[in-house]
């Protein structure tokens, strides 16, 4: 049975396909075609892209799962409208005009085909934002039973989601609606400190590193918590959106969100920071206040969920889970002790879960398994690689394991920084060693170098270490693991100085553990290069430069020649600048 999974007409739109409960493929659109960050719309590409990695036809698809549903909490809805009339008019009419679109789901498949619409013979299911967010990651974890936790800025009008996770079945205990938001708490913030392109607030997460929780006060009257799982947004410091995300589009297909905080923060905190001037300690101690107060939120609302659910295991999703800092700290100081973390947690991840949903839930089929890694994305052909060195007249060599790995180990022991492409590409936001940028963790200046003449980024944002599995205890405080890069952990005071590139100001390191059943190669080198160096981690960041990690091989190519990569692995080929070569 072929169940194919869509985020559509929300921010970072993908589709995946799942074959008799298990997942064969997923891709986010934004890294195919234009390559325009967290775009909206129907995920045309991502469809076709997925149907062929799955080795099928529109023909063949039996289910059309959507991690989204109009229909859903139309009571709260109503409400809010009527007591925001004014306000609410223009959300209405982007309610209805979305319903529109999503019924037409037959018409815009069989587009993207390009097939009839009679040629879609599969049912659509719809699935409730969050519901789909959870059954995400509870579906595909090895729990059969935890607690689960989904929570972003917003998704059918709700912003958080509680339920009891049990066999086959998610029961929802409780629900927050719109206007309260965690994630637009957040985000309103991250505004206000002057990053207001869509998706930044992981930077918000670094900042505070840097600053002391000095507005703790103004955060608590910002957001408003009261101990048994339940918060509020202070309405005097917020504007509602008013309107879809997907309205938030440019001409580039960008989106653009207007301010989500109101005068009132302005004569509270001063003027906002324009995008391109320097970052003060105020938006230091900003970011710091914010990131606080939001672990304490998340942490006030886990413990009473475990009330209702008393278990070690907790499953979350939604845009806020991706926050390493609170994951970390909720293992720390919550009751549970096991945490699962789908790889795509944010939007994107929606389709999975309305996929696994539909057949764990509504078919009632037995679960197929934990999902441990995140390769299920596209691959390309070595010839395609071959062709794309050649059109760039850069001299490579064929190297196949052992001797691929112990030339990659060489380069990173030496200094250079290295493209990594290989296999299938990541699930998810994070490069997690098949699309990724490598280099030495101890090197001395090495994470202001790739800052600035690679990445081209802020100077204080940090670069995550790669650990084997096996080794992680010994260089971190907290031993978890973590395959999809989700906890960001403090560092052994012994091991800072030989992780100084990956280790942040506040000694810790957005922590990424990689096992050999997960990923062979990867391990590999890692293990070759802990033989020339001594340590058993390089330094991990996205095989791009300000746009959607690479996704084909002429894109690897490309963000090669016209950054300061030393070297780039390009599957079995190797190449590398003048005077690099080992």
């Not at 498949?109 to 009679?118: K, L, N, Q």
């Not at 653009?256 to 905080?261: A, G, N």
Request: hydrophobic letters at 40%.
């Amino acid at each position: 049975m072929l169940i194919i999974g869509l985020n559509a007409f929300h921010p970072d739109s993908a589709a995946c396909a799942v074959v008799d409960g298990k997942l064969v493929a997923a891709v986010a659109e934004e890294r195919l075609g234009p390559r325009r960050k967290h775009v909206a719309g129907f995920p045309g590409r991502a469809l076709q892209a997925v149907l062929r990695m799955a080795g099928a036809t529109v023909r063949e698809i039996d289910y059309l799962a959507i991690g989204n549903d109009s229909n859903a909490n139309l009571g709260a809805k109503v409400s809010h409208v009527l007591r925001t009339p004014v306000k609410s008019a223009r959300g209405v009419a982007t309610h209805f005009q979305r319903r529109a679109k999503m019924q037409s789901t037959q018409e815009l498949v069989a587009e993207a085909c390009g097939v009839r619409a009679a040629d879609c013979r599969f049912e659509v299911v719809r699935v409730e934002h969050h519901l789909a967010h959870l059954a995400s990651s509870y579906y595909a974890s090895d729990f059969d039973r935890a607690a689960g936790f989904s929570y972003d800025a917003a998704g059918d009008f709700t912003s958080a989601m509680f339920a009891r996770c049990e066999g086959n079945r998610i029961a929802i205990l409780d629900r927050v609606f719109m206007p309260d938001s965690l994630g637009y708490f957040y985000t309103a913030l991250c505004q206000f400190i002057g990053f207001d392109k869509f998706g930044e607030e992981y930077k918000v997460m670094g900042l505070a590193a840097y600053g002391e929780p000095k507005y703790s006060q103004l955060m608590q009257e910002l957001l408003r918590c009261d101990g048994r799982g339940d918060f509020r947004l202070h309405r005097d410091y917020f504007v509602p959106l008013g309107k879809n995300l997907e309205e938030c589009v440019d001409e580039h297909g960008e989106i653009v969100l207007p301010p989500l905080y109101s005068p009132e923060l302005r004569r509270r905190l001063g003027d906002p920071r324009p995008r391109s001037t320097e970052i003060t300690q105020r938006e230091k101690d900003i970011a710091a206040s914010c990131q606080a107060h939001f672990e304490e939120a998340v942490l006030g609302c886990l413990r009473h969920l475990h009330r209702s659910v008393p278990t070690e295991n907790l499953v979350t999703a939604g845009g806020c889970a991706l926050n390493g800092v609170c994951n970390a700290r909720i293992l720390r100081e919550t009751p549970f002790k096991r945490s699962y973390i789908q790889c795509a947690a944010s939007d994107d991840g929606t389709g999975i879960g309305a996929a696994l949903y539909v057949w764990n839930a509504i078919l009632k089929q037995s679960r197929a398994g934990m999902i441990d890694h995140a390769y299920w994305g596209p691959e390309h052909s070595e010839a395609d690689m071959a062709a794309a060195l050649r059109r760039t007249g850069l001299p490579f060599e064929r190297c196949e394991p052992p001797l691929l790995l112990e030339r990659a180990a060489a380069h990173l022991n030496a200094g250079h920084v290295m493209g990594w492409y290989q296999g299938r590409s990541e699930w998810g936001p994070r490069a997690l060693g098949n699309r990724s940028i490598l280099a030495h963790p101890g090197w001395p200046g090495m994470k202001d170098l790739i800052n600035a003449k690679i990445k081209r980024r802020e100077a204080f944002r940090p670069f995550a270490p790669t650990i084997l599995a096996e080794e992680t205890g010994r260089y971190f405080e907290q031993n978890v693991e973590s395959p999809f890069m989700m906890h960001v952990v403090k560092i052994r005071p012994e091991h800072r100085q030989a992780l100084a590139a990956v280790c942040h100001k506040d000694a810790t390191g957005r922590l990424h553990t990689v096992k050999a059943s997960q990923n062979a190669l990867y391990h590999g080198l890692i293990k070759a290069f802990a033989a020339k160096s001594g340590t058993p981690v390089v330094l991990n960041t996205s095989f791009n430069e300000n746009e959607p990690i690479v996704d084909t091989p002429q894109q690897a190519v490309d963000c090669f020649v016209r950054t300061d990569l030393d070297v780039l692995c390009l599957g079995p080929f190797v190449t590398a600048k003048p005077g690099k070569n080992i």
